[in-house]
């Protein structure tokens, strides 16, 4: 069964500060991963996508994947209150598969 | 509109009514998925389409639940018998033929049996 692992949280930073969420997966054919932020009440909203080891940058986010360790990350710079959600962590393992989802990790961004 | 357009926002049944769930995916996109998500989870896959044919139904919890795209646009989720387990939001999702794309969600139905 595959599962995606994710720190519950909340993560409570302050204002300006760097965020690290984090994700573990079971399923070692995987082969792309998403992060999506989702306000309370709200639908899951794409923010990044990461299909290979390393890491990707967009704004203030960056995703860092590593495949070996079954390990994909999600580091939000210069974070503001505006970014506290949850954010949820998806993996899928290619083709036309459903994604797995995380429980997701609140994120706290305190002024 | 550009996203993924769902409806009803908001549902109410009592246990025992049979509901539906409509789902306008993105123009152009060949996949839809359903996912159920409960109260501080994730969401949880029920069923995926390509163009008008269900290729995965393996998530839909019980025969109570059925979905389906006959024209390979529009979908419905129908739940007949609803229990008070089957609250919790719908989310529908669409995402661009070929392998990896993302799934864009719409703002899903949230379902509320008495």
């Known amino acids: 069964q595959k599962e995606v692992e994710q720190n519950s949280g909340p993560l409570s930073v302050p204002e300006g500060a760097i965020a690290s969420l984090n994700c573990t997966y079971s399923d070692r054919v995987s082969q792309s991963f998403f992060w999506y932020r989702q306000y309370s009440g709200k639908s899951p909203e794409l923010i990044m996508s990461i299909y290979s080891n390393g890491d990707k940058e967009d704004g203030r986010f960056t995703a860092q994947l590593n495949k070996a360790s079954q390990y994909v990350s999600l580091l939000i710079r210069d974070s503001q209150p505006s970014d506290s959600a949850t954010y949820l962590c998806a993996v899928n393992d290619g083709g036309y598969s459903t994604l797995t989802f995380g429980k997701g990790t609140m994120l706290l961004v305190s002024p | 509109g550009a996203g993924v357009s769902q409806s009803p926002r908001y549902k109410v049944a009592k246990r025992g009514q049979d509901v539906a769930l409509r789902c306008d995916p993105i123009s152009g996109h060949v996949s839809l998925f359903w996912y159920q998500q409960a109260l501080g989870q994730g969401p949880e896959f029920l069923t995926y389409?390509?163009?008008?044919?269900?290729?995965?139904k393996s998530g839909l919890p019980s025969d109570r639940f059925f979905a389906e795209r006959p024209e390979g646009s529009v979908s419905t989720l129908k739940i007949q018998r609803t229990q008070q387990e089957d609250s919790a939001v719908y989310l529908c999702?669409?995402?661009?033929?070929?392998?990896?794309?993302?799934?864009?969600f719409g703002d899903g139905t949230r379902l509320s049996i008495l």
């Open positions: 999702a669409s995402s661009r033929e070929g392998s990896n794309q993302p799934q864009h």
């Open positions: 389409f390509q163009n008008e044919a269900q290729l995965d």
